[in-house]
């Protein structure tokens, strides 16, 4: 091994001799590197491993590989996986931190059952899966199979999800489910159905370094997605970056064109820059005939979307979003992704297929480096519209079709009869059931509804009537915990296994490499055990273990566009870096090794029947709450930095991530506004909506734009403030758009009380 | 609630089965296989190769330093997008303690037309004139003649912690379970081998690199807004970007934090200040002859005690105390050695007049008369007042070395020299009442006390502890006042009652209206809270520090 050090010259430097200057012993060695094996590199004594392993990250949808320090068949620690085809040897700090937040104190270890006097005491699994069985066959006795409802998540594996969607609804008859991923994807699932004919992000990662013209709409990679940001930043063509977003966020910084628009008026801006593009002859005219339908009603709908008009409604210079155009129509490769910005809005749908547009319309798809891309929020949000029988029948079936359901009833030997035909309500409609008393009980595995639901105090409330809460978790102290009346102690990711699907619908393994504190399950033998409970041991006698149900999935897949048919096992999906769906059995007799990177519509053949493409395009809606002269700002919310994630459950816990993120709320607000409302930078400041009232402490920057401010919604009262209203298409929630108003408080900062909770 | 449905099956040992199953790790066994197989076949020098080589080899310089040329990080500022993976891997791949790394990243706000917010990575800048090791006492840093790299001897520390005062960017720092700071060592174990350290091989974005710098370079004036001056250490790390080195504003600009207390310090300055002033009263009142006072055992023994009772309280600030005795070896470049020697001798002579003027020599050394010339006597006591107040002088110049501009020369000289002789005279006023019928001596003491003590605190309150706005104020003066009437408000009233009350319970004794017990009483507890507002000044000197730093966030 060739080092760097310079060759030592034979008289070395004067030193002290040793018994004066200690330059060695046990503090010393404490910090001492060794040469490890399995392509470590040197290695501090704490990580030195008998082995390695992957596993796939299950923070964020990147979905990179971490390479699994193991001794003694336990995880000591991990590095990023060099080679893993994600991430190239890279992770953010969530995931060099993974393991590190299984350690804490407040993780669920056994069950917890509400007693008489209010307080959750430790019980049996089997006093707790008794109760489970019991208050819940209860309620739907009682009121109805239909007043139980369960609350999922994108945190949880393909193999569970599709466990919990079948027991809820086939096997406990419960309708009425849905996940998080309401919260983050539904928005493109649904704008991609719709365009496309399936739910298929169309792209894989190295689009990112093979476009010469990057759209970004409503995401900020560089916190948000710092992976990927990475490979944008491998991108050799010296590409066009343009972003599109109110702030001025790092990525925004970067790039090489911003377009800082006034919040919500995306979809104006994408019809005028459509309307450009077709006025600059830019429509690739072969493709629009032969792909796609819809072109002539799209080119009438956005010949009012003329620059005047776009840059009235977004703030920006006419000759900046020409330039923008002209940008996109001079670039070869011309990709578009969006995020968050996009998704979480009250017209999300249509702003997603107006991006879809673009791509369709200048023949950007189907190549290298292009694409109409959504960049997905949670480690597995994918897995869960595939998987979750939740908004469609199990694979990305229809519940609506006879087919699909006699497909799915032969595949996995249930009566026909057992399987819903219309899908359950969203989240929002969950809630409003609760509201309403429709929905009695309800079962929240691996969510956080009390912090993350829109317009939260009425959540809390809510929850609070419900006359069973069971919430399923690795921690009991998440606010949506303490509610509970039954805690069910899981296992988290690394102490249990399976597969997630990333955004480039990859899937990846993730493995059981640490022993769960006390008795706590991983979710999988969690709901194994209601079924054996809720006496469904024969409808699951297959559902063995994760790989059992990885092959019933693979049978279901078979024949959709999703199909991994193709697909051995775990071993080959380790073997390979993982695997992007498609990957049929078609696919794998003609290739020995699936190709890395592939995308979609390379031959123009879309998943609708016609094999086209559809322009899809509406009328711009209003928003429901501008400023006014009482509320004069708009509350912007979203992700503060790369160490926080979502509602802080897991980050919070790990001591290092805890010192890169102000542990006390802040806002991000202009310094003119601060100057006209008298707020000094550090200074905690009171901020109210028509709903709650939040206090965080002011952080003075430009970046944010005049009269919008910005509130992280990692910390526990954002939600207080938000609207409650959603995408009429998705059903996703708008928690970027809301007035608010905000005063001075006395005190510079907030009293430690008031941090972030741990 | 109606009836229980159905049967409820109690599946048998199903959840102990569970229970069992969830325990068993086995994804080695599942998926190892593989590994070994693809690695067994290479050669062993292929099989210990670090995975990660192919994305750093940029990242690294072709050859190692020459003469005068040395190890240096280079940060491009527009290349970080602020994700803090360097923080996280610097902490991993060094075993470091759960909340300890050796990088920090801060964020800097620009404003303008374009506004923008940067993320400024940092860690130990490996300074071509390092304060840390100048400032050590016990040779516990070294700078590699051949790397530059400035290394920790961990084994070398007492956990003095006078290089975190030393370095001007808060890089060594304090491990209160190992009673020592630690810090960056540029991975030089891993440049040994030819590895880049853990931040430059964890950034996604190859935004951290070691370059090869002259030595001789000349120092920017900062590396980044708001960082302290260059001048100070002239640190090698080069920050790029496309913005002008020094714009912008830190994140926690005027976002102070009260610094540690230290108190033993305090304590052992106040006793230390003390013990000489006492000296100094007497050589001066002994040499009037008016005052009639005459060196004596009891202001000797006074002396000695204060000074000891200084010197004890030390270990307790100290992380290793049992390592301290190589203290002597920073005499060459760190006042903190030369102020712990001359204490040290300071404390020696004192005990050697007690022993010679208490006759207890005269047992040891019936034969040496020489000793006992009253000539001598008087030598003596000058030589121990001259080391006690270059002890005095050499701890002043352990603050006043740091180029912290709160600590200059002087604001640090005229609290240490006002403590001298407020609780000097203060003390000697004390003893001499005890030893004297009361008369015009003391209340000219106390007089002398009290006058000075007004002086101090009037001083005081007119640079540090007064609140409201001043025009045209220094901005870290403004930051450490605002501490003192914010977060520090405590002991800025502690400070203010003791000074206050001492003063007039010294006047009160010196009118001698209370009878010997009461005015002794009195003139006692007005030293004794005297003192305890001397060591609350040294508390806030300490805690409301503020200084220029690197970018930090808000917390």
């Known amino acids: 091994m060739s080092g760097i ?23 010393t060695r404490e910090l001492l590197l060794q040469p490890g094996e399995h392509g470590l590199g040197m290695t501090p004594q704490s990580l030195t491993a008998d082995n390695v392993t992957t596993a796939v990250c299950g923070y964020c949808s990147t979905g990179c590989g971490l390479r699994i320090h193991v001794r003694d068949g336990a995880a000591v620690g991990l590095t990023p996986a060099s080679e893993y ?76 999800m599709a466990f919990l969607g079948v027991l809820a609804k086939f096997g406990m008859g419960i309708k009425h489910g849905d996940g998080n991923t309401r919260q983050c994807m539904a928005t493109a699932a649904t704008a991609y159905k719709e365009s496309f004919g399936f739910d298929a992000p169309p792209y894989t990662y190295d689009d990112f370094e093979q476009s010469d013209c990057l759209v970004f709409v409503g995401g900020n990679p560089c916190v948000a997605h710092p992976i ?133 319309l200048t023949g950007n798809i189907g190549r290298p480096g292009t694409g109409a891309n959504s960049i997905t929020g949670q480690c597995n949000a994918m897995g869960s519209r595939l998987w979750s029988n939740t908004t469609n029948l199990i694979g990305h079936h229809s519940f609506e079709s006879f087919q699909d359901r006699r497909k799915v009833a032969d595949i996995l030997r249930v009566d026909s009869g057992l399987i819903q035909t219309e899908a359950g309500w969203a989240y929002d409609r969950i809630i409003e059931g609760i509201a309403r008393g429709e929905i009695k009980a309800l079962w929240v595995i691996a969510t956080n509804p009390a912090h993350s639901w829109i317009h939260q105090a009425n959540v809390r409330e809510l929850l609070g009537k419900l006359e069973f809460l069971v919430v399923q978790d690795m921690y009991t102290t998440t606010e949506t915990a303490q509610l509970a009346d039954l805690i069910l102690p899981a296992a988290a990711w690394g102490e249990k296994e399976g597969t997630f699907i990333n955004s480039e619908r990859r899937y990846g393994v993730h493995k059981r490499v640490r022993r769960p504190p006390g008795e706590a399950l991983a979710d999988f033998h969690i709901f194994r055990a209601v079924a054996a409970y809720w006496g469904l041991d024969e409808m699951f006698s297959e559902w063995t273990d994760p790989a059992a149900v990885f092959r019933i999935m693979k049978r279901i897949s078979r024949g959709q566009p999703c199909d991994i048919t193709g697909i051995e096992d775990y071993a080959q999906l380790d073997r390979c870096g993982g695997i992007q769906w498609p ?112 206090v965080a402490n002011a952080c003075l920057t430009p970046i944010v734009g005049r009269g919008r401010i910005f509130l992280p919604m990692h910390y526990e009262d954002t939600n207080r403030l938000t609207l409650s209203h959603f995408d009429p298409h998705s059903r996703q929630p708008s928690y970027k758009n809301c007035a608010v108003k905000i005063e001075p408080l006395r005190g510079r900062t907030l009293p430690s009380s008031s941090q972030a909770q741990p | 609630m109606t009836s229980i449905p159905d049967q409820l099956d109690r599946p048998f040992g199903l959840i102990e089965a569970l229970l069992e199953a969830q325990q068993q790790l086995t994804a080695v066994e599942e998926f190892s296989a593989r590994m070994e197989m693809a690695t067994q076949n290479l050669p062993l020098a292929t099989r210990h190769k670090p995975a990660q080589t192919s994305s750093y080899r940029s990242l690294l310089p072709a050859s190692p330093p020459g003469p005068n040329q040395q190890y240096a990080f280079e940060v491009d500022l527009d290349t970080c997008s602020g994700c803090k993976a360097c923080v996280v891997a610097c902490h991993t791949l060094n075993g470091l303690e759960d909340n300890e790394s050796w990088r920090r990243v801060g964020a800097i706000t620009i404003g303008g037309s374009v506004p923008e917010t940067k993320h400024v990575t940092t860690a130990c800048h490996h300074c071509v004139d390092p304060g840390c090791l100048a400032g050590c006492p016990v040779a516990a840093y070294v700078k590699d003649p051949l790397t530059g790299i400035v290394r920790h001897l961990d084994d070398q520390c007492i956990g003095c912690k006078y290089c975190t005062m030393m370095c001007p960017y808060e890089v060594p720092s304090y491990s209160q379970r190992l009673g020592i700071v630690r810090k960056c060592d540029m991975c030089h174990q891993r440049l040994a081998v030819g590895e880049p350290p853990a931040c430059v091989q964890a950034c996604p974005n190859g935004a951290i690199s070691i370059r090869v710098v002259e030595s001789d370079e000349p120092v920017g004036e900062r590396l980044v807004a708001g960082a302290p ?70 202001i000797d023994g006074f002396a000695l005690a204060a000074v000891v009772v200084g010197l004890a309280i030390v270990p307790l600030h100290l992380g290793q105390p049992f390592r301290a ?152 003066v403004r930051r450490s006042r605002s501490l003192v009437n914010g977060r520090l408000a405590t002991f800025k009233w502690l400070r203010l009652l003791t000074g206050l009350s001492g003063g007039g319970l010294l006047l009160v004794a010196s009118t001698g209206q209370l009878g010997p017990i009461g005015t002794a009483c009195c003139a006692v507890g007005g030293a004794c809270l005297l003192t305890c507002g001397e060591v609350a000044e040294r508390l806030l000197y300490f805690s409301s520090v503020v200084y220029p730093r690197m970018p930090g966030t808000l917390r």
């Not at chain 2, 310090?265 to 040499?287: D, H, K, P, Y």
């Open chain 1, 583 to 694: 990957w049929s059995e078609a696919d794998a007799s003609s290739v020995a090794v699936p190709v890395t990177h592939r995308r979609l519509f390379s031959d123009g053949e879309f998943f609708h029947a016609d094999r086209r493409a559809r322009f899809v395009v509406d009328a711009i809606s209003s928003q429901p709450e501008t400023p006014d002269d009482e509320y004069p700002l708009l509350l912007m919310t979203g992700r503060g930095t790369v160490s926080q994630w979502h509602t802080q459950t897991r980050t919070s816990k790990s001591p290092i991530l805890r010192k890169l993120y102000p542990n006390q709320a802040y806002v991000e607000l202009h310094p003119n506004d601060a100057a006209l409302y008298n707020v000094s930078h550090g200074q905690a400041v009171l901020i109210r909506s028509r709903r709650g009232k939040v």
């Open chain 2, 229 to 298: 001056h260059s001048s100070l250490t002239r640190p090698t790390t080069q920050y790029r970007a496309h913005h002008p080195p020094g714009v912008g504003i830190a994140q926690d600009e005027s976002e102070d934090e009260p610094a540690d207390a230290h108190w033993p310090l305090a304590v052992m300055l106040v006793a230390v200040q003390t013990s000489v002033g006492i000296m100094a009263f007497e050589r001066m009142l002994s040499n009037i002859s008016s005052m009639s006072l005459h060196p004596s055992s009891r």
């Open chain 1, 228 to 360: 990927m940001w990475e490979r944008v930043l491998r991108n050799e063509h010296s590409p066009e970056i343009i972003v599109i977003d109110p702030r001025r966020t790092e990525t925004a910084s970067a790039a090489t064109l911003h377009l800082p628009l006034a919040p919500k008026s995306d979809l104006v801006l994408l019809y005028a820059l459509t309307r450009c593009l077709i006025r600059m002859g830019a429509v690739d005219d072969d493709f629009v005939r032969q792909h796609t339908s819809g072109f002539e009603r799209l080119r009438e709908h956005v010949e009012s979307f003329t620059l005047e008009c776009a840059s009235a409604a977004t703030g920006l210079e006419a000759d900046r979003i020409e330039s923008a155009a002209r940008r996109i129509a001079d670039a070869r490769r011309v990709s578009l992704w969006w995020t968050m910005g996009v998704n979480q809005s009250y017209e999300g749908v249509r702003t997603a297929q107006a991006i879809i547009n673009i791509a369709l």
């Open chain 2, 325 to 476: 005795w190589r203290i002597f070896l920073g005499l060459k470049t760190s006042w903190l050695s030369r102020e712990a020697v001359l204490l040290g001798m300071y404390a020696g002579l004192l005990s050697l007049i007690i022993l010679l003027s208490t006759g207890w020599a005269r047992l040891l050394l019936p034969r040496v008369e020489i000793a006992f010339q009253p000539g001598l006597m008087e030598l003596l006591r000058w030589a121990t007042l001259a080391v006690g107040s270059l002890g005095v002088i050499s701890s002043a110049m352990i603050y006043i070395a740091t180029g912290r501009e709160l600590w200059k020369f002087s604001r640090t000289s005229i609290r240490f020299c006002g403590s001298l002789v407020v609780c000097g005279a203060a003390w000697i006023s004390v003893i001499s009442s005890l030893e004297l019928p009361i008369g015009e001596h003391l209340r000219l003491l106390a007089l002398v006390t009290v006058a000075a003590l007004a002086a101090k605190l009037s001083w005081e309150w007119s640079t540090h502890l007064k609140s409201g706005f001043v025009k045209h104020e220094d901005n870290l």
């Open chain 1, 5 to 27: 050090e310079p060759q030592r010259p034979a008289v070395r430097q004067l030193q002290l001799p040793i018994v004066l200057q200690q330059r060695d012993g046990a503090m």
């Open chain 1, 85 to 160: 085809p994600v991430n190239l040897g890279m992770a953010c700090p969530k995931g060099w931190e993974a393991l590190r937040v299984l350690e804490s104190d407040d993780r669920a270890t056994r069950p917890l059952l509400r007693d008489a006097g209010g307080r959750q005491c430790a019980v049996s699994w089997d006093e707790a899966l008794t109760t489970f069985c019991h208050r819940m066959k209860g309620i739907q006795a009682a009121h109805g199979k239909d007043s139980v409802a369960f609350l999922s998540t994108g945190q949880i594996a393909c193999e569970e």
